[in-house]
C-alpha cells in the first residue's frame, strides 16, 4: 500500500472545526483512502473512507483532492471527546486485509 | 456489549515463558485480524483470517509467533519464548466481509504485554 504523510500534531478549539491533512502522492488507482482515530487507551475506531467523491457521515466529512494525492478529514464542531490520533491509510483492499497504519496526528482539542 | 473482546487485558511475563492472548470478534464477523502497537507508534499488521483460513501473514509475525482460528469464531494468539521486544499491546480486529469494499474493522481494547 503506498504511504500517507501527516502532520505530527494539531491544536483546535472546542466547538471550532478541524481540518486534519493527509498527502498521499503516489496513490494508486485502486487505493482506498481510510481514516481511523484511536482514544487514549482503547483500540482504534473506524471514522470515514472514501475513492473519489466527497462522502459525509455522522462522525466527519472527508475532502478528497480531484487528483487523490491529497484528502482532508473534517470534523465540523470540535469536542473534547475528539482528542485522539487520527490516522489516514490507504488500502487497495477495500480495507477488508490488513491496514498499514503510520504515526497520525495527535489531535488537541482546547476547551 | 456485543464489541470485540480480548483476554487477558494485561499480561506481565518473564523472558523465554510462553503466553497466549485470546479474542473473541463480533459474532457474525468472519474476517479477524491481529495487530501490534508498540508505545508512540501506529498499530503494525500481524496476521487476518477468513473464517478459519488464515490469509495473509506480515513478515514481523516470526516463527515464535502463530496464530489460530480453529472454528472461524474465536482466535488464539501464542508467542512462545517471549523476548523483551514482544512488549507490546496486542490488538485483535473483526470486519464482515461480503466482498465489498469499505469494510470497517472493530477493535478490540487490547491486550497489554509486558515481558521482564
Known amino acids: 500500500d503506498a504511504k500517507t504523510t501527516q502532520p505530527n500534531s494539531m491544536e483546535s478549539n472546542e466547538e471550532e472545526p478541524v481540518h486534519l491533512p493527509c498527502n498521499h502522492s503516489?496513490?494508486?488507482?485502486?487505493?482506498?483512502i481510510h481514516w481511523y482515530r484511536q482514544l487514549p487507551s482503547q483500540g482504534p475506531e473506524y471514522v470515514i473512507h472514501?475513492?473519489?467523491s466527497n462522502v459525509n457521515n455522522r462522525m466527519a466529512s472527508l475532502a478528497i483532492a480531484e487528483d487523490r494525492k491529497s484528502s482532508t478529514l473534517i470534523l465540523h464542531r470540535a469536542t473534547l471527546r475528539d482528542a485522539a490520533v487520527y490516522y489516514c491509510i490507504l488500502n487497495s483492499g477495500g480495507g477488508a486485509d490488513g491496514l498499514t497504519f503510520g504515526k497520525g496526528t495527535h489531535l488537541i482539542i482546547q476547551p | 456489549d456485543t464489541g470485540v473482546s480480548q483476554d487477558p487485558r494485561h499480561k506481565i511475563t518473564k523472558r523465554g515463558q510462553n503466553v497466549t492472548f485470546r479474542c473473541d470478534p463480533i459474532s457474525e464477523h468472519n474476517r479477524l485480524y491481529w495487530y501490534r502497537q508498540t508505545l508512540g507508534q501506529g498499530p503494525e499488521f500481524l496476521t487476518y483470517?477468513?473464517?478459519?483460513?488464515?490469509?495473509?501473514k506480515s513478515r514481523l509475525l516470526s516463527d515464535r509467533f502463530s496464530a489460530e482460528r480453529p472454528k472461524g469464531s474465536f482466535s488464539t494468539l501464542e508467542i512462545q519464548r517471549t523476548e523483551q521486544g514482544d512488549s507490546a499491546m496486542y490488538l485483535c480486529?473483526?470486519?464482515?466481509?461480503?466482498?465489498?469494499?469499505?469494510?470497517?474493522?472493530?477493535f478490540g481494547p487490547g491486550t497489554r504485554l509486558t515481558v521482564l
Open positions: 483470517f477468513q473464517n478459519e483460513a488464515q490469509l495473509e
Open positions: 503516489t496513490i494508486s488507482g485502486t487505493d482506498y
Open positions: 472514501g475513492l473519489t
Open positions: 480486529a473483526s470486519s464482515l466481509w461480503g466482498g465489498r469494499v469499505g469494510n470497517e474493522q472493530f
